[in-house]
């Protein structure tokens, strides 16, 4: 598989899964841990607060869990990582109002029907603009800060989606995250299988628990190791997969005020809320490297409208082919899904939404005229910016 330049569902060996993920934690890796809970290492925050301050004992620590989530468990706990849990709370009391206004406006989700969670997209803006003292307390966390720095170096960039899920919310499906984890089978599958490794180190997934989370509660089910396996982005649609996924999952309670971090190519999946009333409020962290944007500032809209016409007229006259056009939109149009904005730019029937290259290449095969092609871009943008 080493040599394997694309990956097809035949790599998706379900045996060599199994080993993978049969594998121990080794204590001797994760000297700084005060546990290993199901080969999760869980690192107490509160003993190890000097490691946060000091240049030397945190590039140790920070070494420990760059290693623990690229090629170890592929997560990890850290317990205590707000030591006063009152920012939580009053970031939590934040989020009810917010929940509360944006009630029935009918935002969908990833993974679950609309209005089967309380979701809020873009919590940390919604947070930051509404109580910017409390955005501060809350994100000025020096182990919140090291963990992101650690996989992702300086200069990441957050994001975060609040996630509440009440008693009798279901569990969802075993799957990886952003960003191959939100593409379709059949484009993983035209993504290179070195891309398929870069997705792994291209972002850091964490959860910062708003509430003690027994396991009744639902925390997430993990399995540790999983995101050694390169096809993964493929194999956790497969039934098979998702069986083992769901045989040998584990699920840490976690208290208020802990946090968990793991590797976007961890197979995972949120619990099922099992109790009789716990409202379990988890704080999802999506951080992004720098790394992932352009030198330059380009303004593809304005692109895709001016060269519109002129794609319409080359295809009238025969001098570009369907394949060419595509690859001229290709270098045009904006031809991801996000950044955008998902309380107005939902994933709709997918994991994402239309692209702006998509729309434009669907206007072309359509034969739409260019006032009525700028008319959706316009619509898109709204979306997107809203």
């Given amino acids: 598989m080493s040599d394997t330049v694309y990956f097809t569902p035949e790599d998706c060996d379900l045996e060599t899964f199994r080993a993978l993920i049969g594998q121990s934690l080794d204590a001797a890796s994760v000297p700084l841990a005060a546990d290993i809970a199901q080969n999760v290492p869980v690192y107490d925050m509160t003993v190890l607060c000097d490691h946060l301050t000091d240049p030397a004992a945190r590039r140790a620590l920070m070494a420990e869990w760059a290693q623990g989530l690229g090629q170890g468990a592929g997560l990890l706990v850290l317990r205590g990582a707000y030591a006063d849990t009152a920012p939580i709370d009053a970031a939590t009391a934040v989020y009810e109002d917010i929940i509360a206004q944006e009630k029935g406006k009918g935002g969908a989700d990833h993974f679950a029907a609309s209005g089967a969670n309380d979701r809020i997209w873009n919590s940390l803006q919604k947070l930051c603009l509404a109580a910017p003292e409390t955005f501060a307390l809350y994100f000025g966390n020096l182990a919140i800060d090291a963990v992101c720095d650690a996989w992702l170096g300086p200069g990441y960039q957050m994001t975060a989606q609040v996630n509440l899920v009440r008693p009798g919310g279901k569990a969802q499906q075993a799957h990886r995250d952003y960003h191959l984890g939100f593409q379709t089978e059949e484009m993983a599958m035209r993504f290179p299988a070195h891309v398929h490794d870069l997705s792994a180190v291209m972002t850091l997934q964490g959860a910062v628990a708003h509430c003690d989370m027994p396991v009744e509660s639902g925390p997430t089910k993990l399995l540790p190791f999983s995101q050694l396996f390169r096809p993964g982005y493929l194999a956790y649609r497969h039934a098979d997969f998702a069986a083992l996924f769901e045989e040998r999952c584990i699920q840490l309670p976690l208290a208020k005020g802990d946090a968990l971090f793991f590797n976007p190519a961890?197979?995972?999946?949120?619990?099922?809320?099992?109790?009789?009333?716990?409202?379990?409020?988890?704080?999802?962290?999506?951080?992004?490297?720098?790394?992932?944007?352009?030198?330059?500032?380009?303004?593809r809209d304005a692109m895709s409208r001016a060269l519109y016409p002129a794609l319409l007229a080359l295809r009238e006259t025969g001098r570009l082919n369907a394949a060419q056009t595509r690859a001229a939109i290709a270098a045009c149009a904006e031809g991801y899904s996000f950044p955008t904005n998902l309380d107005s730019d939902p994933p709709g029937g997918g994991l994402a939404p239309e692209t702006q290259a998509a729309l434009v290449c669907r206007a072309i095969e359509a034969g739409t005229d260019a006032v009525s092609l700028a008319a959706e871009l316009d619509a898109l943008a709204a979306r997107r910016i809203a």
Avoid: T, Y
């Fill in 266 to 299: 961890l197979f995972h999946a949120a619990g099922e809320n099992r109790s009789a009333d716990i409202q379990r409020m988890a704080n999802l962290l999506q951080v992004s490297s720098p790394f992932g944007r352009a030198m330059e500032a380009v303004d």
